[in-house]
């Protein structure tokens, strides 16, 4: 580990946001392990937190917005679920896509 990553570094605002970003990589291999261990749900937490990544702090912020109740319209679920399969964040897409049915069949929609 690099001696640029200490807590002294740290509480002295010497690192920020990006510095401490989760590898796509080590969180698909989380993923594995928890598979492995009989974990799939933790597994498939691991697989979308690698789609999102790469994707920048705001617009994974928005996207949790937009997937709180009465927050979105259907339109907008969709076109969410959109971007994010053109993305290749097609496990965080089909997750807007079921939360855009379940929120249509509980009143939940915007």
Same mark, same amino acid.
């Given at each position: %580990?690099?001696?640029?990553?200490?807590?002294?570094? *740290?509480?002295?605002?010497?690192?920020?946001? #990006?510095?401490?970003? %989760?590898?796509?990589?080590?969180?698909?291999? +989380? @993923?594995?392990?928890?598979? *492995?261990?009989?974990?799939?749900?933790?597994?498939?937490?691991?697989?979308?937190?690698?789609?999102?990544? =790469? =994707?920048?702090?705001?617009?994974? %912020?928005?996207?949790?917005?937009?997937?709180?109740?009465?927050? #979105?319209? *259907?339109?907008?679920?969709?076109?969410?679920?959109?971007?994010?399969?053109?993305?290749?964040? #097609?496990?965080?897409? @089909?997750?807007?896509? +079921?939360?855009?049915?379940?929120?249509?069949?509980?009143?939940?929609?915007?």
């Amino acid at each position: %580990m690099s001696e640029r990553f200490t807590v002294d570094a *740290a509480v002295d605002g010497k690192l920020d946001l #990006s510095d401490l970003r %989760m590898d796509p990589a080590a969180l698909a291999h +989380q @993923a594995v392990v928890a598979e *492995a261990n009989g974990n799939p749900q933790l597994a498939e937490n691991f697989l979308r937190a690698a789609e999102l990544a =790469i =994707i920048d702090d705001e617009e994974v %912020m928005g996207l949790y917005e937009a997937l709180r109740p009465h927050r #979105s319209t *259907a339109a907008e679920l969709d076109a969410l679920q959109a971007s994010l399969e053109t993305r290749g964040a #097609s496990r965080c897409a @089909a997750l807007v896509r +079921q939360a855009a049915v379940v929120y249509a069949r509980r009143g939940l929609l915007r």
